[in-house]
């Protein structure tokens, strides 16, 4: 079977995660700069399709060079073999971008490459006039950073964070991806119990549930790649029928939602059961301050307001104050918060074990860790 350079690509801060990940799968890896760099077949690319919990996609990287001139850009793009990735009716539009770069014109850049692989195609499939572009599709990007050029195609589609469960969402969601990332961040295992005291629309519950039960992310939805003829449907098949055998649905799991509005944890109720796990999720509405339970050695993750429109400070402050209060008596709980507010650690009343920088969107948060004791 044919190699393919693989790219998966990860927020900032969570690559490491993602390596574990593509690592876990049995592939060897590097990590970069929001992205981890591995190589792999067909099935390779149907498998971390399925399976990465948090990278946002994967992509083929067809080539890489510097470029200065756009005649650079233009003869060294087709010199690329497009002709053993796309077929002569291939749909491709080309995305761009382009950082600290002479050629910094993307549009320009977008239209050089295209025009560069039509010539290639044309020329390898003697194709005289417009290519049809009536078939699968191919999503291409050109990306110049310093200069350096890295040409794409996209196996995934739709971002890996759209699993397929979600009806109905509130006004920030968390990303499934980054919901992962938190759970994976924490020593949660399925045998302990598991609270989102801020659970919205249940992404952290839901994302728990899979993880405790060895659910693939990408069970229920559809990949881009399923569509083009030299990714067989057989393959296709046999990742499916390895993500149905190595999911554990008799693993019993303790997981709670909780969240102060009643609309929230309806939508968390229905997201929950469109994923398949309605039964496996308690939801309720509930206030953090009003959180007791005799349970031990539970995790609480929670990604709880920020405070960051004008007024909602003070308001959000003193919840963390109130929430710092309720989780005093829980000494054998470990706890985990995803916030910006820089002063959370005083307002919440105790330091983090550790504190780890994430983004959240395009927000700069901190992940506040605090260890449990735990009883035997």
């Known amino acids: 079977m044919k190699k393919f350079d693989l790219i998966a690509t990860a927020a900032m ?40 919990r948090t990278a946002d996609r994967i992509k083929i990287k067809v080539g890489e060079f510097k470029a200065t001139t756009f005649d650079e850009l233009f003869e060294k793009t087709k010199a690329l073999r497009w002709e053993e990735y796309l077929p002569v009716n291939a749909q491709f539009p080309v995305s761009g971008k382009s950082v600290k770069s002479k050629l910094f014109s993307v549009s320009d850049c977008q239209a ?4 560069a692989v039509v010539n290639r195609i044309s020329s390898y499939y003697k194709k005289t006039g417009w290519l049809e572009e009536n078939g699968a599709l191919f999503k291409l990007e050109v990306s110049i950073l310093k200069d350096i050029v ?6 995934s589609g739709h971002g890996l964070h759209r699993r397929g469960y979600r009806v109905g969402q509130g006004e920030a969601p968390i990303k499934e991806t980054l919901a992962a ?9 399925p045998d302990r119990p598991l609270v ?18 060895n659910i693939a992310p990408g069970f229920n939805r559809a990949f881009i790649s399923e569509d083009w003829d ?16 190595k999911a554990n649905y008799d693993q019993p799991l ?5 969240d102060i509005d009643h609309k929230m944890v309806k939508i968390a109720e229905e997201n929950a059961f469109e994923a398949g796990l309605g039964d496996l999720i308690t939801f309720k509405q509930m206030q953090v301050k009003d959180f007791t339970t005799t349970k031990e050695n539970g995790v609480i993750i929670g990604n709880p307001p920020y405070g960051e429109r004008l007024g909602d400070k003070p308001s959000v402050q003193k919840m963390y104050h109130d929430m710092g209060q309720a989780f005093e008596p829980l000494d054998s709980w470990s706890i985990y918060m995803l916030t910006s507010d820089e ?3 005083t307002h919440y009343g105790k330091k983090a074990t550790k504190k780890r920088k994430l983004f959240n969107g395009f927000i700069k948060t901190d992940y506040y860790q605090y260890w449990g004791k735990r009883k035997k």
């Open 150 to 155: 890295t040409l794409t195609i996209d196996t």
């Open 112 to 115: 050089i490459v295209k025009k």
């Open 181 to 189: 990332s938190l759970l994976l961040l924490t020593n949660w295992a």
């Open 343 to 345: 002063e959370f650690e």
């Open 254 to 258: 303790e997981i709670i939602g909780t």
């Open 230 to 245: 030299w990714m067989s449907a057989k393959i296709w098949d046999e990742v499916r029928t390895e993500a149905e055998d």
């Open 196 to 213: 989102d005291p801020f659970c919205g629309s249940g992404t952290i519950p839901i994302e728990a549930a899979l993880i405790g039960q």
């Open 13 to 52: 801060g969570i690559e490491a995660i993602v390596a574990k990940e593509v690592r876990n799968l049995g592939y060897e890896c590097t990590v970069d700069n929001g992205k981890v760099l591995f190589s792999g077949d067909e099935l390779a690319i149907a498998r971390s399709n399925m399976w990465l």
